[in-house]
């Protein structure tokens, strides 16, 4: 049973009117901000437990202004999962950092994010912006362990970003956080009773922007668009990255704001930056993601029908391109139906073109390539070096989009609202009546009729209209 399973059980048994005053009672005895401060300060004077108890959540003072540079000395970060979402949470820390130098930072997050790695080095004691916590959310010794290192440690705030997850309202509720604020989404009712300021996780924003709102009492910019850099390690992995500059310019993409749409005949079709162009690679290398399967309780993958006809009709349109499909390890079983599905390209595209030999993708006659990475560094070059990536939504779309603008995006389960990333050349959306289904609750769903509707024709044509 994976972590999803058990806090859909946990949560059904748990968040309830009952746990609720349980953990109205143990909650911890911090007060909350008064008004009339300034900032956030780490000596807080204590409220009597009744008061704590009367007060509604709703009556916490507005936290909208900044704090002073000196008053937050600690952040802990709370991501379990969700790589993409983790693509945002990092420009956020970025951004942060940048703000106030000073300020700790750890996250504590698990080994199903592993692109906190990239940008948390320790190579070089000036260089890191976090440090990294790894817990096993199927770990009660875990729980445990980190309950006491809270403890130990005194953060000034902790801001839980995870949505539904039950498991780390409950670690917080008994940990001795007498001095730490903690802040997160109002998605579960026990958190009312543990936490000091929730916000609104809403379905019609930009995760990006979602974030920022647990982030607000720092003022940090808004603008949609990256600004992380890449430790010297992950730098001298992907390659060409300035690692003499503060911001990486191959990530320092100004684009038009999301959701910007360029309207065209197809009303699904639109796109956040039109004025991307057609810049191949040398070997013409597509990279296509169509499976995201990380064990979750539903497999995220575009329709074996349709991903055949996407290959086939990139092969027509793209004369000589390769192909090539990225996943992980979850992934790899159904991409070898797609590759064994995939008829062979026309003799005339397969010939239209040699791989160089040190590109190491094998030669022209593969039809369809499975890359096997074995790190997050690797598909990043892999993603970085191809003139097309193709993404359903999920992680990899994220980490193209931070590192090749010429990213199109496939949406269907989830909302582009939400999703979308900052640099993109087009989206396509099939707009089921059943999504999104991946936001608010954890789906089950075996159907994946969202895919299915997914106009392929369409696609392909929308992308030729972009890259020229």
């Not at 911001?247 to 038009?256: A, C, D, F, K």
């Not at 022209?364 to 499975?370: G, L, N, R």
């Not at 099939?430 to 969202?450: R, V």
Request: glycine share 4%; net charge positive; proline share 7%.
């Amino acid at each position: 049973m994976n972590n999803k399973k058990i806090n859909r059980i946990a949560a059904r048994l748990i968040d309830n009117a009952v746990f609720v005053k349980i953990f109205a009672l143990l909650k911890r005895k911090s007060a909350p901000l008064s008004s009339a401060q300034e900032s956030i300060t780490p000596s807080r004077t204590r409220t009597s437990r009744l008061k704590r108890k009367s007060a509604p959540l709703s009556s916490a003072p507005s936290l909208l202004f900044p704090p002073k540079s000196d008053a937050v000395k600690k952040i802990l970060i709370i991501k379990l999962e969700g790589m993409g979402d983790a693509v945002y949470l990092i420009e956020i820390i970025h951004r942060l950092k940048t703000k106030y130098p000073a300020i700790d930072i750890d996250v504590l997050t698990t080994d199903k994010v592993p692109v906190f790695n990239i940008f948390a080095s320790n190579s070089s004691p000036a260089e890191p912006e976090f440090n990294l916590i790894i817990i096993n959310p199927l770990s009660f010794t875990d729980y445990c362990k980190t309950i006491k290192a809270i403890n130990n440690t005194g953060y000034d705030i902790i801001t839980d970003t995870t949505g539904m997850p039950v498991n780390i309202p409950l670690m917080l509720a008994f940990a001795k956080t007498s001095k730490t604020y903690i802040i997160g989404f109002d998605t579960l009712k026990i958190k009312k009773s543990i936490y000091d300021r929730l916000e609104n996780l809403n379905g019609d924003m930009h995760i990006f922007e979602n974030y920022l709102k647990l982030f607000k009492i720092f003022n940090l910019p808004q603008d949609k668009r990256f600004t992380l850099r890449f430790t010297q390690s992950a730098a001298a992995s992907i390659g060409n990255l300035n690692q003499n500059s503060t911001s990486n310019p191959i990530l320092n993409i100004n684009v038009n704001p999301i959701l910007n749409p360029n309207p065209t005949d197809n009303p699904n079709l639109n796109s956040s930056n039109p004025n991307s162009y057609f810049n191949p690679a040398p070997s013409r290398r597509i990279i296509l993601v169509l499976s995201s399967n990380s064990g979750g309780l539903m497999h995220k993958k575009l329709p074996l029908a349709g991903s055949v006809k996407l290959i086939k009709l990139l092969w027509k349109e793209f004369n000589g391109c390769h192909i090539s499909l990225l996943g992980g390890p979850g992934d790899y079983n159904y991409l070898e139906e797609i590759k064994n599905a995939a008829d062979s390209p026309p003799a005339e595209s397969a010939q239209a073109e040699s791989r160089p030999a040190e590109s190491g993708y094998g030669t022209p006659d593969a039809a369809v390539k499975i890359e096997r990475t074995k790190s997050i560094e690797e598909a990043m070059v892999l993603l970085k070096n191809s003139f097309l990536n193709i993404c359903i939504d999920s992680g990899l779309m994220h980490l193209s989009s931070l590192v090749n603008p010429d990213t199109y995006c496939l949406f269907g389960y989830s909302n582009p609202a939400n999703f979308l990333p900052f640099n993109n050349i087009g989206y396509f959306w099939s707009h089921p009546d059943c999504a999104p289904c991946s936001f608010y609750k954890i789906s089950g769903c075996d159907n994946l009729k969202c895919m299915d509707e997914i106009d392929i024709d369409a696609v392909i044509n929308d992308i030729k209209l972009r890259l020229k």
